[in-house]
């Protein structure tokens, strides 16, 4: 345990901006919980667990409560009446455990987000999946994206791709005056689980492609779809239309706005700038950035819709193509306001969230 985790433990972390920030040792695990509920103002928070290790001890309390306040943005511009939170389990070292172990850190994570009450509603994130979600819920209800043989919706990462699709086609009638897709060049980073998906997606619209990974299996993907690999190192600097970033978040920094060649960015990886003003850089150079809290939330608003609203699949598709209304929209708010894509989106999700209170009160 981290010597900032265990200060953490002692208190009930004050911050202004979120309802409640809680550090809880797992009994079983001995391993530190936190869990950030940045708003239940539309209702009940939905986030993943996000289960990593991290090199700096303050980093997970500080991922934690970025990662919720993005959820509240993300859920709200969903239209979902759910607001944002995250549970973030840091693992003191990079290999992840496995059998028993794992068995106890997920049954920690299930009481701690039973001891909320409902208040958060987990899924997966960065480090858990499905099966995980499954172990959880033998301590909880309150988990969604169970596989499907278990009772839950699965893995929704085909749902956060389709998404990811509806998106680029608000993203390429911003910037190239039409919504096809079809022999634009794409710059797929990250062919894991969402990326792959985007990619089968793109090349099936006959989209050309550009596309990485650091794990060199992925090869083999692009092999098959006709894609132009590049080199990881290589990879913000690739000549496309369209960069869509599926691998990490933090890739758009001071330092790698200036390598950029292409005219906009979108893709799922989630919290993409380092910090606010990067989008300011983005736009200084012109190239249009569709905030990943809108691009990505085709996932949340699958799992929630069959979970929760047992939404019809039509319903469902129907909102997931919503994301390119809804991107339309914060452009177009961008526009109007002479500012960025990134303050338009915290813009429109802070009128929902404050236009929903105000009724209800
Ligand atoms: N899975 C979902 O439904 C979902 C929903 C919303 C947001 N997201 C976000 O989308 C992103 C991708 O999610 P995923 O579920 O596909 O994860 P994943 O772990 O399955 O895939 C990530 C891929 O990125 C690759 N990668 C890692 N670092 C890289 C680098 N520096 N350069 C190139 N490739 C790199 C990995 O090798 C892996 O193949 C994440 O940021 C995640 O938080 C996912």
Known sequence: MTAALEEALSLNIPNPSHELVQVVRG?????????????????PAAGGCRIAHYADPSAPVADALRLAAAMTEKNALAGLDHGGAKAVLALPTVPRPAGAERTAL??????????????????????????DM??????????????????????????????????LGAVADEVFGSPELAGRTFGVIGLGAVGAHVARLLDRLGARLVVTDVNPAAR??????????????????????????????????????PLLRCAAIAGPANNQLDEPATADLLAARHILWAPDVVVSSGGVIHATGVELRRESEERLTERIQGIAATLREVFHTARTHR???????GRLAGQRVSQTTTQEG
């Open 134 to 167: 499954s172990v959880i819920g033998e301590r909880t209800t309150h988990v969604c994206c169970r596989p499907v043989e278990d009772g839950g919706s699965g893995d929704s990462s085909l749902h956060t791709a389709r998404g990811t699709l509806a998106a």
């Open 339 to 345: 500012t960025t894509p990134a303050i338009a989106a």
């Open 27 to 43: 009994r079983r695990s001995g391993l530190a919980i936190c869990v950030a509920i940045h708003s239940t103002a539309l209702g």
């Open 220 to 257: 083999g993907l692009a092999k098959e779809l006709g894609a132009t690999w590049v080199d990881p190192k290589d990879a913000l600097a690739m000549e496309v239309d369209v960069l869509v970033p599926a691998a990490l978040g933090g890739l758009l920094t001071a330092r790698t706005v």
């Open 106 to 131: 997920l049954h920690d994570l299930g009481d701690a987000i039973e001891a909320l009450g409902g208040r958060y509603i987990a899924g997966p994130d960065v480090g858990s999946g499905p099966a």
